[in-house]
Structures are given as C-alpha cells and as structure tokens.
C-alpha cells in the first residue's frame, strides 16, 4: 500500500516533468499562434483535445502549461526551502531567545497566505508568474521553518550528535555533518507537498487574472478562459481542471508516499 | 490526563458537533423551501460595473447614469432608442438664430416624486450645483463649459445662453449634464432618490445591488413595475451563470460573448445585438519612435484580420468600423474596409518604412475585450515579424496610472464608450499623444459652424483624416449584447445612451 | 501560567506591529494615484494635488503610517478615499457574509474529515480505509474554484435547485439567505474537509499507537470506545491547532469563492478595492484579515496552555 502511493505519485509527477520536456522541444502544433477558422473545434483528428476560442490545438497548450506549471513550482519551493531551511535549523540549534524570534517571525509571514500576498504583489507590480511566484514563495517560507526546526531538534537530542558536541565540534559543523544530512528526506517530503500547494495557489491566482500574463499558456489561464463556455462546453474547462488536479494529486502522493517509505523515525517529528 | 481536560474535550467537541448539525439542518430546511407566492412585480436586471455613488454627477463611471439616466432622474430633453431627440420634461423647445440662445417649456404635468413641481428655477439650481459644485467630475463641468447663463423667466420656462455656438452642448444635456435634481434634495442626493423619474433608488446594497421601486406618484406613464433590482457581478460568468439558473430576468451587457451559445435556446431567451458608443481602439503611443512613422503604423493595420478578431474575441458580435465613430453617430462614414487586411503588402510596407522593429510592449486593461484583442493582435505582428510583450494591467487604476497618465505603453487597446467622442484625438496631451494639427483645425471648426449640414461634412472629414493617417486601429464596434428571458418585451437593443431604459420594458 | 499567557499576547502585540508595518510598506509601494482614478480624465495638475493634499497622500509615508496606525488603536481604520465612507462602514455587511460562510465551512469540513480521517486511520491496513485517504488525496487535488463552478452547473443551471449566485441578508429572507450560502459552503467546506481528513487521519494513527490506547484495547474494550474515549480527547488537542492553522486556509479559500459566487464579502470587496487602489480600504481589509488568524492563533495557544498541563511548565 505504502509503495502504491510512491509508485502513483512518481508516475504522475513524472508525466508531468516529460510532458514539461518534451515541449521544450516539439508541440503538436503552435501553442501561441491564433488560428481564428479552427476555434473551438471538438475533440478528434488532428487536434486530439480539441481547439480553443482562438483555434489553439489544446494538447499543445497542456504541454507548453506543464512547463509553467513546474517552473512556478520549482521557484517557489526554492525560494521557500531557501530561506526557511536555514532559518528552521538555526532555531533548532540556537538558544531559547533566537528560536523564539525566528518562530514568531514565522507566525507573523504565516498569517499572510500565498494568495492575500500574491493579491498585494500582483496590485504592486502587475500580475505575471514572477510575482506569484514570489509570493508563493514567500508564504511557504514557515511550512519549511517548522519542519526544519522540529528535524533539527530531533536531531540535536540524538546520542551522535552530543557525542560530535562533546568533541568540540561547532554549531556549524554539526549543522552541515549531521543535522542537514538527517533533515534532508524531512525537506524532500515538505518541499513535494509545497509543490503540489504552489500549483494550486498558481491556478487560483490565475483564475482570479492576477497571474501569468498571455499568450503564455498556464492550466490556470485555460480554466479562467474556459470557465465562460462551462455551460455549453463543459470539455474546454474539463482538461485543464484535470491537468491540474492531477499534477497535485502526483506531488500530495509523492510526498506521502517518500515520507511513509523513508526513515519510519522521522516520521513522529513531521 | 486530568479531569479538567476530559471534561473541557468532550464538551467541546459535543458543542461543536450540536451547532454542526443545526446549522447543516437549517441549510437543507432552506434549500428544500418553496420561494414563497410572489404579488409584487420585481424585474432583475444583471450588471458588470456597480456606481460608486449614488449622486451620478460626482463620478465619472458609466455605472451610476446605466441605474439613475431616465429611471430615477430625468432631463429636458432625451435620446430615444434610434439616437434622436426627444421631449422629456421640456415638452418644446426654441432655438435662437444665432444658435446661442436656448429656451425650454417645461410640461406642466411633471412632478418630482416627492409632489413638488418641476420649474424652471428647479432647473437652474441643478445646472448651478452641475456647473459650480466641487463634487462634480470635471467630464460634466467640461461639457457645460460653454454655458454663460441659465434663468427661470417663469415656471414654465427656462433659458440658457451659450457663449458660442455649440453642436456638441445640446446632445450632452440629454445626459448626465441635463439632470434635474428635486430642490428641494438636491444637497442629499448622494444619499436620497431626488428625482422625477419613474422609480425611486430606496437601497444601495454595496458590492451587491441597487434596488428601485415605482415612484406611484409618476406624472407620466406608470412604471410597470413595482420594484427593480440591479445586481451587480465582476465575474462574466457568474452573471451567466446567474442568468442560466433563472434568477436574472436581463443581463444588461454580456461580457462573455462566446457564452451566448448557452442562450441559443428561443423558447427560454431572447439575445438583443445592437449598437453602442463603443469604438474598441487599438491606440498607438505617437511617442513611440517607431509609431512615428505613418507606414509602420498603416503596416500594422494591414496586419490585423479584423474580421477574424470579432469571431475569436467577441465571438462574432459587433461591427467593423474603420475609424473613430460608430453607425449610430449622426457623421458616421463607413471606412471598415479602407485599409484591407493584407499580409504580404503589410510586410512590404514595413520593409520600405525602413525602421528597425523594436520589440512592442503591448498594454492593456485586465479587461475581456481588451486581453483577448491583445493576445489575437500579439499572434498577427508576430506573422509581419513584429515581436510583441502583453502585459495586463488592473482596471482602472494601474492602466490609468502606467497607460493613460504615464504614457508607458507603445499599443494599448480600450473601449472608447463615450458619446462622440471623435474630439479626443484633437488633444495632443491626451494618452496617444496624436499631435495632428490640421485634425484639430477641423474638429474646432466642426463644433462652431453655424448649421448642421457643414457640421456634418467636417466631421466626415474628420473620421476620413484619422483613417488615412492610421491614428489608430478601430478593431470592432464593442455590440450590446443583452440577454432577456423570453417574456420581456420593449428593451432597445442599441446603447445609444447611458441610460439602462426601464420605460418601455414590460413582461408578458 | 498567567506569565506565559501575558508572554503570548505580549507575543501577538509584537505581531501585529510587524504586520501592520509590512502591509503599509507594501500598499505603499503600489502605483497609481488615487487622486487621478477620483478625479477621472481630464484633470488639471492643480485639481489632483488639491486633492493628494486634501487626502494627505502628498505627506512622507512615515507620517502616513503613524496616524494609521494610531488610528486604528482608536478603532478608526481610515476613510475609503473613493467614497468617504469610514473603513469600518464598509467592513461591517460585508464581514458577515464571510463570517457565515468561513463558519459554515469549517463546521463541514470538521463534519466530513471526522468520521472519514478517524475511519481511514483504523482501516488504514484495508481497502476501505484506503479509499477513503484516496477520496481526500482527490479532494485536495481539485482547485476549489473549479468545485464551485461544477456546483453551479449542476445544482443551480441544470436542476434549478438552488440560486446561481449572489447574496441576500439573513435580516431580509432567512431562507433564502441559508439557499444562497449551500453552495459556497458545500464548495470551500468539502476542500476543506479533505484536507482536514488528512490532519485527522494522522492524528488518530499516532493515537493507535500509544500505549494508552493499547492497554485499554488489552483490558478488553472494543476499538470504537477505546477510540471515542481516548482517541478523539488526545487527537482534538492536535486538532484545535489544525484549525487554527487552517483558518488562513479557509479564509483565502473563501475570497476566491466569493468571487465564483459573487458574494458581496471581504474577498471580493479586496479585489475590488486592489483594482480602484483605494489605498486606505486595502490595507484595512488586509490587515483585518492577517489581525484574524494572529488573534485566533494566540488564543489556540492560549487554550492549549490553560488545557494541557504537560504545556504550562515547558517549551513548546
């Protein structure tokens, strides 16, 4: 049961990541260019999916969003992961006064979600896939602080590392030896879930046209301009909804599946 | 474990789970209700944009006259739905030789739907917090520029001299600028109904809904109605979807053309598709160095396949126009096809224009039409080898800030939706920044002459002047598209006004 | 334990300082000029700094944030530059549609992610208990918006059950105002819950786990007491903290929501707002909202506190 979860996520989140490659380099047909005579075509030959309102072949668009799809995801998570690792860790490590600082300061980033920030950012400097991205990021930064602290605790109450302590080695050498090493399948597991989190607050941002700006398709972007013909063409909006719903569904699983497979110890402090 | 802690735990959780069940129970009890037996006829009308006063002449946004213009508050004079003058609280009225002096007798029947009678001194208090009021916007202070004096010899009468003569004055007195206010509410008409109109505004529901109920006391034909409710929606299809549930009997404008198929159904619905103001005009930056050129400019239009544009963008609706004037102005000269769409010749002009392309930052308004123009535009430069950037800017205020006030822009598309609004590109300082002198010799010399006939033919000229110069690019007609049940009867389909015309619309 | 409960709220002061600074400074750096969206085209140069004056939006930002800031410790949020309506006014109708559908949404969600997490938890070695993760996986998975609009496809255009949309106050149609809110509710509210059933799930296993819970399985009773007895008091600790982690979550969810539905609440009156850069009405909103979660934050902890003895002697 355990490695069906792992197995599930790895497929789905693999497609994902071939699709996102595969359009690197070759699309069905052109994803941006309007073709007005083949709008809304239905599903079948050649256009598999179907076209959109501006005769856009609708699998090639899927395709070209996937790579957005991750790259708001890779970004985010990274700017997240970061910032909030380190932070996490010096908290875990440091006295009573530093953790508190950090951890509060934490709470207060927390109490603004990725989407009231990304409201704000995008008001600020206009709506694009930078500035989600960045306010995703940003809103993640706690998610990872808390994870990396409780590791880090963990981790610092362990017989080795009172040992390393003993022996004279500093903060920062434990800190790189055994405390990151340890935390790592921790982040790994935190940093899928974000993944999985940053897409869906990406659609929820472009639904609300704060996101990505055209032509650039994003899954998002396909379910805002889809969600007018719900009513009499429910499919246009039913591809990306799935598109999206899947690649969550894949980092979700990924990360439950890592975290049930990896070190059953760590799971208590998760 | 201790005893506080079980008992605190199970109450609560107990409490929460109570408080769970009766509020789902309500929820159900509710869903499962029967509206209850209407006897009071209600009329709901679906909306984009909610005023942002009720006092219609402190804001410049169309949402306040679309609820108040002809409903609520009346003017001397007014547009019928094919766009000509008529009577409205003047039963006539006398223009002086010189076209300076204009006298209006007001019908002695109207009344305010406080009792009080309509005068002449009524209206000169209007026109006095119209012209002099701080609050008022200056578009509204701008059109009653050229009024010197408004006098109330009578009752029955009243008189305004003009500076000069004015083609223009007239026209915007059947709008906002020709309100008459109710004296004696005129201080408070931000927060009480002050008008003669067939209804009353009796709540302003923020974010949600006007409501208006008949004004029983109407001294015209009596408002079939009882109560009329304006509910506002900023998502296209939540109003669409509203419409499809079945609780909207109208949607005033449908912001998502390709939605319509949904109402394809005859025996449910009926699409009106008329006319409006509404030039979408893909303008030019002339500041732009590149733009400067009349050839790249003339390249450009050639490019866009505008035919094709209204099929993608606006699901087919609207009209192609060729320049800065819709079918319903009286000066309009149909210039839809004197730039054709060409491809190749759009590249040959291109090349013999000789300026290197930069790369074109496309900005727009984060509005349907606009966003959707733009990514078709982006794809048909791209076709004569002209790189674009799209951005979408929050309406209105980061467009007007970036666009409108800072010029930073080389193409932007918006819907011009006022009136007669061709004079726009005689001012060099606004946000195209089309400085063309002898375009606005013309445009001078238009709003001056002496009869309408010479009128007429200058401004003729004028739309031709634009066109040949490629001051812009007139993508379509922005069409009013009004969604009805099928029993509702004796709605204009032409926007030719402000006003969303309650008057004659009935249900069967 | 009062020192550690002055230390919370001493904790939460801190804060909402640091929010308060940080929402000014970003509202500060929006662009546009409310001046020049008031006055509309064809203003003068001297009508908009008439006006900048008139507002107090020419004074160096320092200034402008202290007499915010003072203001709203005297419970004056500011005034709606467009309107001039206090902030307070225009917060007042519109927290109570978000209220109730915020309320409506996580007594759902705790309604469904109860029963499923706690049976997925003990059937997590069956299939049956593995549906029931997999339904909340799929739950998680499904933007909240795209749930909505589904809802409104089915329950409102093609069965006419329920209104499409739109709000109508509880004072004016009790029934109707209950109709209105079914939809948004089941929308946020089943997301919600499956996200909570997670948090459940997990919860409840950690509970089988312990040694308490195997004794009283040991001594004979049947797994549904031990779990009731036991189970449900140790996991609602971990539980109420969930919460009011999610609230953050919920209240996000329900500004998209509230645009789907257009219900005239907080979320939709901040897009709004964001889109006219009516300054004052965007930072009160925003800071009444992040105020919520911290206050609501701090009280979870100082529930916990005044609970759970394990906590009052010790760190978190």
């Known amino acids: 049961m355990k490695r069906f979860t792992l197995v599930v996520g790895l497929v789905l989140v693999c497609s994902v990541v071939l699709t996102a490659l595969v359009s690197l380099v070759w699309t069905p047909f052109d994803p941006i260019r309007v073709v007005a005579a083949d709008a809304l075509l239905k599903p079948g030959w050649p256009h598999l999916l179907g076209t959109d309102a501006f005769g856009i072949d609708i699998v090639s668009r899927l395709m070209i969003g996937a790579q957005t799809t991750l790259q708001v995801g890779i970004i985010a998570v990274s700017i997240a992961a970061v910032v909030g690792v380190p932070l996490g860790v010096l908290a875990g490590q440091g006295s009573g006064w530093v953790s508190e600082v950090v951890m509060r300061a934490s709470d207060v980033v927390y109490a603004f979600p990725a989407l009231l920030l990304a409201i704000l950012f995008a008001a600020a400097f206009g709506g694009s896939t930078w500035t989600a991205m960045a306010a995703i990021g940003i809103a993640t930064i706690p998610a990872f602080a808390r994870v990396a602290r409780a590791g880090t605790l963990h981790v610092m109450a362990s017989d080795y590392v009172l040992a390393a302590r003993s022996c004279g080695t500093s903060r920062m050498g434990i800190a790189v030896r055994h405390v990151m090493p340890n935390i790592a399948p921790l982040i790994g597991v935190q940093a899928s879930v974000a993944f999985a989190t940053a897409i869906l607050a990406e659609a929820g941002l472009s639904f609300l046209g704060l996101g990505t700006r055209p032509p650039t398709p994003t899954w998002g972007r396909m379910l805002r301009d889809a969600q007018n013909l719900l009513f009499g063409d429910p499919l246009q909006s039913l591809w990306p909804g799935l598109a999206i719903a899947l690649a969550v569904l894949g980092f979700n699983l990924l990360g439950d599946g890592l975290r049930d497979y990896l070190d059953p110890q760590l799971r208590e402090v998760s | ?468 110069d490629a001051a812009a690019v007139w993508l379509f007609m922005l069409p009013n598209l009004v969604v009805t049940k099928n029993t509702v009867t004796g709605l204009s389909p032409n926007a030719v006004t402000l006003s969303f015309d309650l008057t004659g619309v009935a249900r069967r | 334990m009062i020192r550690r409960v002055g230390a919370r709220l001493g904790i939460l002061a801190a804060s909402l300082l640091a929010a308060s600074v940080l929402i000014f400074v970003v509202c500060s750096a929006l662009p546009g000029d409310v001046a020049s969206v008031i006055l509309g085209e064809g203003a003068t140069p001297d009508q908009l700094a008439t006006l900048r004056h008139q507002l107090g939006t020419d004074r160096p930002l320092p200034v402008q944030y202290l007499s915010w800031a003072s203001g709203m410790l005297q419970g004056d949020f500011g005034r709606s530059y467009l309107s001039g309506d206090s902030v307070a006014s225009l917060l007042g109708p519109r927290l109570a549609v978000t209220f109730w559908l915020v309320t409506f949404s996580l007594i759902l969600a705790l309604l469904v992610a109860l029963p499923t997490g706690m049976y997925a938890a003990l059937r997590r070695r069956h299939w049956d208990g593995f549906i029931a993760t997999a339904l909340a996986q799929i739950g998680m998975a499904i933007p909240a918006f795209w749930a909505g609009l589904l809802l409104v496809a089915v329950f409102a255009v093609g069965l006419h059950w329920l209104p499409a949309n739109g709000y109508v106050p509880f004072a004016e149609d009790p029934g109707s105002w209950a109709a209105h809110l079914v939809l948004p509710v089941l929308a946020l509210g089943l997301i919600q819950g499956a996200m909570l059933t997670r948090y459940v799930r997990s919860a409840f296993i950690d509970v089988l786990n312990e040694d308490y819970f195997r004794t009283a399985r040991a001594v004979g009773w049947t797994q549904g007491r031990a779990m009731v007895r036991h189970g449900l008091r140790n996991a609602s600790l971990s539980l109420v903290t969930v919460l009011g982690l999610q609230l953050s979550s919920v209240l996000v969810g329900a500004i998209v929501i509230e645009s789907v539905f257009a219900l005239p609440g907080l979320g939709t009156m901040l897009l709004q707002v964001v889109t006219q850069h009516d300054l004052q009405v965007v930072q009160g909103t925003v800071m009444f909202l992040v105020a919520v979660v911290l206050v609501v934050n701090a009280l979870v902890d100082v529930s916990y506190l005044i609970i759970d003895p394990r906590l009052r002697g010790e760190r978190e």
């Open chain 2, 1 to 468: 474990m201790t005893h506080t802690t079980k008992v605190e735990g199970r109450s609560r959780w107990q409490r929460l789970l109570l408080a769970g069940l009766v509020a789902m129970g309500l929820l159900t009890a509710a869903a499962c209700t029967q509206q209850p037996t209407v006897t009071v006829k209600k009329f709901v009308i679906g909306a984009s944009a909610e005023p942002a006063s009720m006092d219609v002449t402190t804001s410049p946004s169309a949402a306040g006259p679309q609820v108040m213009l002809y409903n609520v508050y009346e003017t001397l004079v007014r547009i019928d739905g094919d766009g000509k003058m008529r009577p409205m609280l003047a039963q006539s009225w006398d223009i002086s030789a010189d076209g300076r002096v204009y006298t209006f007798h007001i019908n002695p029947a109207a009344t305010f739907a406080s009792g009080t009678k309509v005068t002449g001194s009524a209206v000169v208090k209007s026109q006095d917090k119209l012209r002099s009021d701080a609050a008022t916007t200056t578009v509204l202070r701008t059109q009653l520029a050229d009024v010197a004096t408004v006098t109330a010899p009578d009752d029955a009468t009243v008189v305004f001299t003009l500076k000069n003569p004015s083609q223009n004055w007239l026209y915007y007195m059947t709008s906002t600028a020709g309100i008459v206010f109710d004296p004696t509410l005129i201080g408070e008409a931000a927060t009480k109904s002050a008008g003669s109109g067939p209804y009353a505004w009796t709540a302003w529901n923020k974010g949600s809904s006007v409501v208006l109920t008949k004004n029983a006391k109407y001294w015209g034909t009596a408002p079939r109605f009882d109560e009329v409710t304006f509910r506002y929606f900023t998502d296209a299809n939540a109003l669409n979807a509203a419409m499809l549930a079945g609780d909207l009997d109208v949607i005033s404008n449908v912001q998502a053309p390709e939605a319509l198929s949904q109402f394809s159904d005859t025996s449910k619905y009926t699409v009106l598709d008329g006319a409006t103001n509404g030039e979408v005009t893909m303008g030019f930056n002339h500041q732009s160095p590149a733009l400067q050129n009349q050839n790249v400019r003339k390249a450009i239009t050639m490019a866009i396949d505008r035919a094709a544009l209204i099929k993608t963008v606006w699901a087919g609706k609207g009209q192609l126009i060729g320049s800065m004037a819709v079918p319903t102005d009286p000066y309009y000269v149909d210039l839809a096809n004197a730039v054709p769409f060409n491809v190749a010749e759009a590249k040959a002009l291109l090349a013999s224009s000789g300026v290197a392309m930069p790369t074109l930052r496309i900005r727009v308004p984060a509005l349907a039409y606009a966003t959707k123009s733009a990514q078709f535009v982006a794809s048909a430069l791209n076709e004569i080898g002209i790189k674009t950037t799209v951005d979408e800017l929050p309406f209105p205020a980061t467009w007007l800030d970036q666009v409108y006030k800072n010029g930073d822009y080389d193409i932007t598309i918006v819907a011009h939706v006022e009136p007669r609004d061709i004079n726009k590109f005689a001012d060099p300082t606004y946000y195209w920044h089309y400085n063309n002198p002898a375009f606005q010799a013309l445009i001078a010399k238009a709003d001056t002459e002496p009869t309408e006939a010479a009128w007429l033919a200058d401004m003729a000229d004028a739309q031709k002047v634009l066109t040949d």
